[in-house]
Each structure stands twice: as C-alpha cells, then as structure tokens.
C-alpha cells in the first residue's frame, strides 16, 4: 500500500491512536505464503457475574495495596459501580446514591465509588464488570472495568468507566468514557471515595449524590497522609483490558474492509500495509498497522550435501508464529507427491522415504486453507536438486 493511500483512510477516522492495540509485528514472506495477523488490545479480563444491587468477592489486586493506612491484597465488587476492601454484606440490596461521607450501616464503607449508580449488569450480555491486574513489580496495577453496563430503568443507555489502583504510590483513578444522562432517581451519582467507618470521605466537585452526566473525563485520588487524599482531574485514557466480548475489530487493506474479525489470513503478493482497528465498549476506538514485506526471491536451487550451506528448499515466512493454514507439496517429473508439510519452517531435505532424491528438476506447490475449508494454490515454481 502507498503511503498516501494509508494517509487517506485514517482520515476518515479522527481522534484515533495508535496506543494500547496491536496489529502485531510484521512479516517477510515469499510471494502468496498465508500470513495470520492478529489484533490485541491489552490483557483480557476477568468477568464478574453478580446479582441486583449485588456484592461480589473477594477477588486478588494482584499486589499489596494501601487505603486509608491499611494494607490490603483482596477486593469486592459492588454491582452498582464500586469496589471496596471490606465484604460490606449489608450493602446488597442497596441502589440510590448517597452523599459522603456516610455512616449509614447499608451504604458501603471502606470504597471507592467510580460512579455510584444504579446499574442492571444481570441483564442479556453479561457480564458486564470485569478486572485485570497489569504490568510488572513494582509497577503494577489494578484495573476494574464496567463496559456498556445497562442503566436500571435506562435499558437503552450504558456507562463505560474504570476504576484503577496503582501499586507503590497508593493512588487511585476514576476514567469514565461514559455515563448517559438517565431519569431514574434523578440520575444522581456519586463519585469519590470513603474510610471504614464512613467519617472520612473525598468526592468530585459536583458528583456528591448529584445529577451529572459525563464522556470522556478522568479524576485521580492520590494520598497525602494517612487520612487525606488530593482530588485532582487529569486527562482521560482507558487502560487496555479485553472486556469479554464487547471488543469489536476491523481490518483494512489500502481502503477496502477485508474482515470484521480478530484474526484475518491474507496472502499478498507484494509489500502490504494493514490497518487493524478495535472498537471498545461501543466506544472508545483505536488503531495501528501491520506490514507484509514480500520477499520475491524464492530459491530455484538447493544443495542437500550437509554442509550447512543451502541444505533444504525452504520457503520464507517470518516470523514463523504467524505462518499458518500453510501448505506446500513437492512433485517428481512423474506427478507422484514425494514431499509434503504443514510446517514452513521445516523444508525439503531432498529425500524421499528416507532415500536421497536424484539430482533433477522438481515442481512446488503452496496451498493455504481458504474459509470454506477449500485449498487454494496460492503459488507454485521448480526447484532444481543439485548433488
């Protein structure tokens, strides 16, 4: 594909990036070797099923986290958009958002509210919640993730937002990429975070039990002292955690849509780019690209003399991970199949049956596996056997 023509069809797409997905890395092959590209867009999740109103846990964080000067390793969900450190049992049933800080026994305490709303996550498609611990000691983190959950007596309408923990620096953040407006109990919400006790609690100005409606905002709670925290909001970015199945993709050639799947097989014949895009939640949408480098060289030639020099007839395809639904036969001068394999990586050692070949002229054939499990010559040749 010519530059321009890539510069083009990124136009259509505005506000998109190249970060958290990966189209893979690319490949040098021979001419109409089958090559899987696959899209990633981060770890995947874990998905959390819960009841109405409901408490789940405990689940890992994966590291040691701090809150409120107690050290914790395990977590609960709460279905209606909260996490907590403590199982809060008499918090199940509870649904209306409350201002903080409270000491109401039925409002969960020891939590961070990223927002409280009354959410349906049992409704078709479920689940909805789902958490991911990402990167490395000391450096990790803890994210858990609402995707397209439904709104209670908002079907139509669905919020999008994580929250997450940092470990170390004890810091916590709220990325919402969307909470819809919705009329049922005044679509109020809250958003911060409260101690054991419910005496002490931290809010976003304006998001205390209060109507909002947000898109693409963020907010960053980070400890000052045992019982303080700065609220502070910073720039919106959602970590990259797989919900599920709630991840759609597509891929382009030049300005052609050639698959709405993860995975995509293509054959190319020449230097190729590809453009894999991934759909989050409904929402957020990222890209990056690929190239296919065709290697037009295919040896006419080979050696079987083990001496280390050009010992087999191999056909290029690198990295070989990405070579597959390959296959590639060898002819004799009568038609008979004297060589054939799955394996691109493994080569002709000019024998047949354990015998050595005669030196001569041979023919090759490349199949790959088409979707409706039909072969394909994707591209054949002669190869001459040298003793």
Same mark, same amino acid.
């Given at each position: ?10 136009? !259509? ?9 990966? %189209? ?15 899209? /990633? ?20 964080? =994966? !590291? ?6 107690? #050290? ?8 209606? =958009? ?9 918090? *199940? ?37 789902? +958490?991911?611990?990402?990167? #490395? ?6 994210i858990v993730?609402? &995707?397209? &959950?439904?709104?209670?007596? &908002? ?22 990429? $969307? ?9 109020? @919400?809250?958003? @911060? ?50 919900? @599920? ?30 453009? %894999?895009? %991934? ?9 990056? /690209? ?5 290697h037009q060289?295919?040896?006419? %030639? ?14 290029? =395809? ?6 597959? $639904? ?12 004297? +060589? ?13 049956? =354990? ?11 490349? +199949?790959y596996e088409?979707?409706?499990? *039909?072969? *394909?010559?994707?591209? #054949?040749? *002669? ?5």
């Amino acid at each position: 594909m010519h530059k321009i023509t890539l510069i083009l069809l990124l136009s !259509f797409f505005p506000l998109l990036s190249f970060s958290q997905l990966s %189209a893979g890395v690319d490949d040098t092959i021979n001419p109409g070797v089958p090559v899987t590209l696959t899209a /990633t867009y981060g770890m995947v999740g874990i998905g959390i099923n819960t009841t109405d109103d409901g408490v789940e846990g405990p689940y890992p964080i =994966g !590291f040691e986290f701090s809150f409120f000067g107690n #050290k914790y390793s395990q977590f609960y969900v709460g279905a209606n =958009g909260w996490i907590s450190f403590s199982p809060n049992p008499n918090a *199940k049933g509870t649904r209306k958002p409350f201002s903080i800080p409270s000491t109401a026994d039925y409002n969960p305490k020891n939590c961070i509210l990223g927002p409280f709303i009354d959410l349906n996550p049992i409704s078709g498609g479920s689940p909805y919640i789902f +958490y991911q611990t990402l990167g #490395k000691e000391p450096a990790r983190s803890l994210i858990v993730m609402w &995707c397209d &959950c439904p709104m209670y007596n &908002c079907m139509d309408s669905v919020a999008t937002f994580q929250i997450v923990l940092y470990e170390g620096s004890n810091i916590i953040e709220n990325h919402i990429m $969307r909470k819809p407006g919705c009329d049922w109990l005044d679509n109020k @919400g809250t958003l @911060g975070l409260q101690n054991t006790s419910g005496y002490i609690g931290f809010f976003v100005p304006g998001h205390n039990a209060a109507p909002f409606t947000e898109t693409k905002t963020a907010w960053r709670y980070t400890p000052t002292t045992v019982d303080s925290f700065q609220v502070a909001q910073i720039t919106y970015d959602l970590r990259p955690v797989t919900p @599920g199945n709630k991840v759609s993709y597509r891929w382009y050639q030049g300005g052609e849509e050639i698959s709405e799947n993860q995975t995509v097989i293509v054959t190319p014949m020449e230097n190729t780019t590809y453009i %894999a895009y %991934a759909k989050i939640c409904a929402g957020d949408e990222f890209y990056d /690209t690929v190239t296919v480098f065709v290697h037009q060289a295919i040896p006419n %030639a080979f050696t079987p003399n083990n001496d280390g020099l050009n010992d087999r007839f191999k056909i290029l =395809g690198l990295p070989v991970e990405n070579i597959t $639904r390959f296959q590639i036969q060898i002819f004799d001068r009568w038609g008979q199949v004297i +060589y054939e394999s799955n394996s691109i990586d493994e080569g002709w050692d000019g024998t047949f049956k =354990g015998k050595p070949c005669p030196p001569e002229v041979y023919n090759w054939i490349i +199949y790959y596996e088409t979707n409706s499990t *039909k072969d *394909k010559i994707s591209n #054949k040749g *002669k190869v001459t056997l040298i003793r």
